[in-house]
């Protein structure tokens, strides 16, 4: 992963990709997973996402993991918490809320911690990597997950010709190519978001859709 790239995104204030509300097609979707209230959900690249202290609120526990320390310490900011920090071997942890918000690299994620993950929500980790991260990612972390867990993943799908990612589309075609052998993968919603995405269409993208899947692991 480009570490640096996204490090100097949150550094300078380049963050277009926080959204200011809780995102609803997770708030549509979630119930289609079926998940118990204290399920571990992994929230993979989360910035500083309200998405997470929603699945908090829920009664989850929330392993959130975030490369940027300014946007770590800006959610629990934001959330009024005061966290528990100490040093892990895979970066630091932050700890309050029912939240564990791992400041580090999804790629130094072990074996053990994806393992104890019941579920995992996806909105902007997969269309964030371009094609290699983005093979190496769903082995090293979905291979991981257990038998029975079920992901929530959002993707968008454009002509990538039309503009450089992130985010990058990410056809079905590679969703059944990546999951398709041990993932079972339903898709929920398909719609056209062009239109509520007038910063895509001012850089040339002339069609643009988000799908929603629900993965369950064999």
Same mark, same amino acid.
């Given at each position: ?19 200011? *509300? ?38 989850? *526990? ?7 320390? &300014? ?8 959330? #009024?918490? !005061? ?10 942890? /932050? ?13 130094? &994620?072990?074996?053990?911690? &994806?393992?104890?993950? #019941? ?17 190496? /990612?769903? !082995?090293?972390? $979905? ?7 079920? !992901?929530?993943?959002? !993707?968008?799908? $454009? ?19 990546? $999951? ?10 398909? *719609? ?13 993208? =002339?069609?643009?859709?988000? =799908?929603?899947? *629900?993965?369950?692991?064999?």
């Amino acid at each position: 992963m480009d570490t640096d790239f996204w490090l100097q995104r949150w550094e300078h204030g380049q963050t277009g990709f926080h959204q200011s *509300r809780v995102m609803p097609l997770l708030q549509k979707h979630w119930p289609a997973l079926g998940l118990a209230r204290d399920s571990r959900v992994l929230v993979p690249l989360a910035g500083k996402s309200l998405d997470v202290a929603w699945l908090a609120a829920q009664g989850h *526990r929330v392993l959130a993991v975030e490369l940027s320390p &300014l946007a770590v310490e800006q959610f629990f900011d934001e959330h #009024q918490l !005061t966290p528990v920090v100490r040093e892990t071997p895979q970066g630091r942890l /932050y700890q309050a809320g029912g939240i564990d918000f791992l400041c580090g690299d999804i790629f130094d &994620l072990d074996a053990a911690t &994806l393992a104890g993950c #019941q579920a995992c929500y996806d909105r902007a980790a997969l269309i964030a990597l371009p094609p290699a991260l983005r093979a190496r /990612y769903a !082995t090293h972390v $979905y291979e991981q997950l257990p038998a029975g867990c079920r !992901t929530l993943l959002l !993707t968008l799908d $454009y002509p990538q010709a039309e503009m450089d990612g992130p985010p990058f589309s990410v056809p079905d075609a590679e969703i059944q190519a990546h $999951y398709g052998a041990r993932w079972q993968i339903d898709t929920l919603e398909t *719609r056209d978001v062009l239109e509520h995405e007038p910063k895509f269409a001012a850089r040339g993208v =002339t069609r643009m859709h988000t =799908t929603v899947y *629900r993965l369950t692991a064999r």
